[in-house]
């Protein structure tokens, strides 16, 4: 199995938010066309009384391949080949019940989240990533850095130039 590029993406929302089903159908397109391919979503909400609801969106049979890859590539880099085995199984096993997220783990981050806000937190495999890398490694490339620059980023570079 392929893997790509896994980013890790939170996105808060407060009371005023509006929650129209766009997200998840921008989702759905890009999944649609294996653009990235969405391995897991957690939506944690706290009102402004402070309870907390959380739910999980995850593809087990899929969650469950991730797992073991992951498990995988850790027990290779730990144990070499016999590491790889003990890990992939190891992997395969903490994701058998389609949860990603320890639920103590869940209560620590929304100690994070202020009352009336809602955080996603989504794990998106980016597909569109495995032909350049498989075209950089075949070249025998290798990835010296990988950071994502976003437009706000390159503003906020432009006024600390202007400040100098």
Not at 51 to 61: H, I, L
Not at 88 to 106: I, L, Q, R, T
Not at 134 to 141: H, K, M, S, T
């Amino acid at each position: 199995m392929a893997l790509g590029p896994v980013q890790l993406l939170v996105v808060g929302y407060g009371e005023d938010a509006v929650f129209d089903g766009a997200v998840l159908d921008e989702l759905h397109r890009l999944s649609e066309h294996d653009v990235v391919r969405l391995v897991d979503l957690l939506v944690v909400t706290k009102d402004m009384d402070g309870n907390v609801a959380q739910v999980e969106f995850s593809d087990r049979p899929e969650l469950q391949k991730y797992g073991a890859v992951v498990g995988a590539l850790l027990g290779l880099g730990a144990g070499g080949e016999a590491g790889m085995a003990i890990g992939a199984e190891a992997g395969a096993e903490a994701m058998a019940d389609g949860k990603m997220y320890d639920p103590d783990e869940v209560w620590v981050l929304a100690e994070e989240i202020p009352p009336g806000m809602t955080a996603a937190i989504a794990m998106l495999e980016h597909r569109w990533a495995i032909p350049m890398r498989d075209a950089i490694l075949g070249n025998n490339g290798v990835v010296l850095a990988d950071a994502w620059i976003h437009p706000e980023d390159l503003v906020r570079y432009g006024a600390e130039a202007a400040a100098e």
